[in-house]
Nanobody, 119 residues
Framework: QVQLAESGGGLVQPGGSLRLSCAAS????????MGWNRQAPGKEREFVAV???????TYADSVKGRFTISRDNTKNTVYLQMNSLEPEDTAVYSC?????????????WGQGTQVTVSS
């Protein structure tokens, strides 16, 4: 019942910045946790950041101090501001949204957006 639209990926040089967006649309009672994960070529999927409906945030150690997750509840959108990007940040970034419809809880994943950090 919920679809996710991700955007903001691209190619950036080391030290640069990108801002990812993930907008949820469809039928739901409430959106709960919203987060970001990433998967680099040949590696397992890695947790990046999550933000609760109340605004509480958690980050992976590898991105603390460089990435900031936020959300706009009026737009049902989660953002990931990525600063001081490093080649090691190169990966497909996917958003992960938990939502409720009635008393039933669901989870949906975005299709992913490519982030490439290279000189």
């Amino acid at each position: 019942q919920v679809q996710l639209a991700e955007s903001g990926g691209g190619l950036v040089q080391p030290g640069g910045s990108l801002r990812l967006s993930c907008a949820a649309s469809g039928t739901f009672f409430a959106i709960n946790d919203m987060g970001w994960n990433r998967q680099a070529p040949g590696k397992e999927r890695e947790f990046v950041a999550v933000i609760s409906s109340g605004g509480s945030t958690t980050y992976a150690d590898s991105v603390k101090g460089r990435f900031t997750i936020s959300r706009d509840n009026t737009k049902n959108t989660v953002y990931l501001q990525m600063n001081s990007l490093e080649p090691e940040d190169t990966a497909v970034y996917s958003c992960d949204v938990h939502y409720s419809d009635g008393d039933v809880r669901y989870e949906v994943w975005g299709q992913g957006t490519q982030v490439t950090v290279s000189s």
